[in-house]
């Protein structure tokens, strides 16, 4: 017996998601936990399993097309069997029917006394867009929808969904494209390129409103960074091979997972009314991916060692850049960490990570001219700016925090 494959709800408060790209073609053979297609949420790009096996019998979403949580994209079950009548675009025939039928009282018109049909006082609804050879114009309900409320004519588009069937994807770019207007000057030199945002550009813009609509801080201080760079040395010298290269953010992740357990008010989550503070730290780091910055997330950092933490950073920035991050990869964070330091940034400000009481950027590590034992030295310094939720921490737990980190960094034997 055939089932339906639907949209499955994979992370808090996701409503829908986009099929970038099916995995099987239909008449294919599909196992049961098998990658079946790759699904673009707000937050993450990743592959969805199968959760039935046998021949995908029908695909019934396309690839770029919207679909709401729930609704059934394809349909899998015995070879040669039936495909029961359940593809998406039935749940929005019968609202383009009762437009039609609405429609079917202004064509027929009241005949004057002559026998012929009186001018209409409105002009009729438009018809069905049709292709060039009279046929339908295939595109997708949504497509539909959103042309219809744009006033763009989908038979002006080209699809780029199966058999060239149009999605919502191709209406929204064609809507962000220029009109094809007679041009009745020269275009000014320099014009501005539109870009639509992404899925992703859209959460880190809903994102970063939510973190500037929160009382934020900012301190500063400055760790002489020689004893951390020993450490480094030492960890790289006695890697084995094959093993990821402990990195001054891997040291970082430590430290700062060690001095959240000790300052726990850091260490918290802001939930209106009430502060969850976190049993373990679990730690985010940021990575930038070319359509912007994600975050994924390492778990009880405290309990790892630093060729532990180096490992997993390793594994999940390159599936980051892979597009092969899950959904849980990203959730779970307690504090953040962002590090420009690579990029020869000096001092930056970091915006928070919403509900995430305190967010950590990192500068890079560079000699600087400092006093020590009464006489000029020049010493490896890194810049650390912590930026804090005022509403969770107040500033001498934010001090007493990063003071912390200090001292762990030009001591690390302080953090075992």
Same mark, same amino acid.
């Given at each position: 017996?055939?089932?339906?494959?639907?949209?499955?709800?994979? @992370?808090?408060?996701?409503?829908?998601?986009?099929?970038?790209?099916? &995995?099987?073609?239909?008449?294919?053979?599909?196992?049961?936990?098998? +990658?079946?297609?790759?699904?673009?949420?707000?937050?993450?790009?990743?592959?969805?399993?199968?959760?039935?096996?046998?021949?995908?019998?029908?695909?019934? %979403?396309?690839?770029?097309? =919207?679909?709401?949580?729930?609704?059934?994209?394809?349909?899998?079950?015995?070879?040669?069997?039936?495909?029961?009548?359940? *593809? +998406?675009?039935?749940?929005?025939?019968?609202?383009?029917?009762?437009?039609?039928?609405?429609?079917?009282? !202004?064509? %027929?018109?009241?005949?004057?006394?002559?026998?012929?049909?009186?001018?209409?006082?409105?002009?009729?609804?438009?018809?069905?867009?049709?292709?060039?050879?009279?046929?339908?114009? !295939?595109?997708? +309900?949504?497509?539909?929808?959103?042309?219809?409320?744009?006033?763009?004519?989908?038979?002006?588009?080209? @699809?780029?969904?199966?058999?060239?069937?149009?999605?919502?994807?191709?209406?929204?770019?064609? *809507?962000?494209?220029?009109?094809?207007?007679?041009?009745?000057?020269?275009?000014?030199?320099?014009?501005?390129?539109?870009?639509?945002?992404?899925?992703?550009?859209?959460?880190?813009?809903?994102?970063?409103?939510? #973190?500037?609509?929160?009382?934020?801080?900012?301190?500063?201080?400055? %760790?002489?960074?020689?004893? #951390?760079?020993? &450490?480094?040395?030492?960890?790289?010298?006695?890697?084995?091979?094959?093993?990821? !290269? +402990?990195?001054?953010?891997?040291? &970082?992740?430590?430290?700062?997972?060690?001095?959240? $357990?000790?300052?726990?008010?850091?260490? %918290?989550?802001?939930?209106?009314? =009430?502060?969850?503070?976190?049993?373990?730290?679990?730690?985010?780091?940021?990575?930038?991916?070319?359509?912007?910055?994600?975050?994924?997330?390492?778990?009880?950092?405290?309990?790892?060692?630093?060729?532990?933490?180096?490992?997993?950073?390793?594994?999940?920035?390159?599936?980051?850049?892979?597009?092969?991050?899950?959904?849980?990869?990203? *959730?779970?964070?307690?504090?953040?960490?962002?590090?420009?330091? $690579?990029?020869?940034? *000096?001092?930056?400000?970091?915006?928070?990570?919403?509900?995430?009481?305190?967010?950590?950027?990192?500068?890079?590590?560079?000699?600087?001219?400092?006093?020590?034992?009464?006489?000029?030295?020049?010493?490896?310094? $890194?810049? $650390?700016?912590?930026?804090?939720?005022?509403?969770?921490?107040?500033?001498?737990?934010?001090?007493?925090?990063?003071?912390?980190?200090?001292?762990?960094?030009?001591?690390?034997?302080?953090?075992?």
């Amino acid at each position: 017996m055939s089932s339906q494959v639907t949209l499955p709800r994979l @992370g808090q408060g996701m409503e829908s998601g986009t099929i970038v790209r099916w &995995l099987k073609s239909e008449g294919d053979q599909v196992e049961k936990g098998e +990658p079946l297609y790759e699904l673009d949420t707000e937050k993450v790009t990743q592959e969805v399993e199968a959760d039935a096996s046998g021949v995908l019998l029908k695909i019934l %979403a396309g690839e770029g097309e =919207e679909i709401e949580v729930g609704k059934a994209i394809a349909v899998i079950g015995e070879e040669g069997e039936d495909v029961p009548d359940a *593809e +998406p675009e039935a749940k929005e025939e019968p609202a383009e029917a009762d437009e039609e039928k609405e429609e079917e009282p !202004k064509e %027929a018109a009241p005949k004057s006394e002559n026998g012929r049909p009186e001018e209409p006082d409105a002009p009729a609804a438009a018809p069905e867009p049709q292709a060039d050879d009279g046929g339908r114009v !295939k595109a997708s +309900p949504l497509a539909r929808r959103i042309a219809r409320e744009k006033g763009i004519d989908l038979r002006a588009l080209r @699809g780029t969904g199966p058999e060239g069937r149009i999605v919502a994807e191709d209406v929204e770019r064609a *809507e962000a494209a220029p009109a094809p207007a007679a041009v009745t000057a020269a275009a000014p030199a320099g014009e501005a390129e539109v870009i639509p945002l992404t899925g992703m550009r859209k959460t880190i813009a809903r994102r970063m409103t939510e #973190a500037w609509e929160a009382p934020a801080f900012q301190i500063t201080m400055t %760790a002489d960074m020689g004893a #951390a760079i020993r &450490l480094r040395e030492a960890l790289v010298a006695r890697m084995a091979e094959g093993d990821a !290269k +402990p990195t001054y953010s891997d040291i &970082l992740t430590k430290v700062c997972a060690v001095a959240l $357990m000790r300052h726990r008010a850091v260490n %918290a989550l802001f939930a209106g009314d =009430e502060i969850h503070l976190q049993p373990t730290a679990s730690v985010g780091i940021a990575v930038a991916v070319p359509n912007g910055l994600v975050v994924p997330v390492l778990r009880s950092c405290e309990t790892k060692t630093i060729p532990q933490l180096a490992a997993e950073r390793a594994d999940v920035v390159q599936r980051t850049r892979e597009n092969k991050l899950k959904q849980e990869d990203l *959730e779970g964070g307690t504090f953040t960490i962002s590090n420009l330091g $690579m990029y020869g940034v *000096e001092r930056f400000v970091a915006v928070l990570n919403p509900p995430q009481a305190a967010i950590l950027a990192v500068g890079a590590i560079e000699e600087r001219a400092v006093v020590r034992d009464g006489e000029l030295a020049a010493r490896p310094v $890194m810049e $650390m700016t912590l930026s804090c939720d005022h509403r969770s921490v107040d500033g001498a737990t934010a001090s007493e925090f990063l003071r912390t980190v200090k001292q762990f960094l030009e001591e690390p034997g302080l953090a075992l």
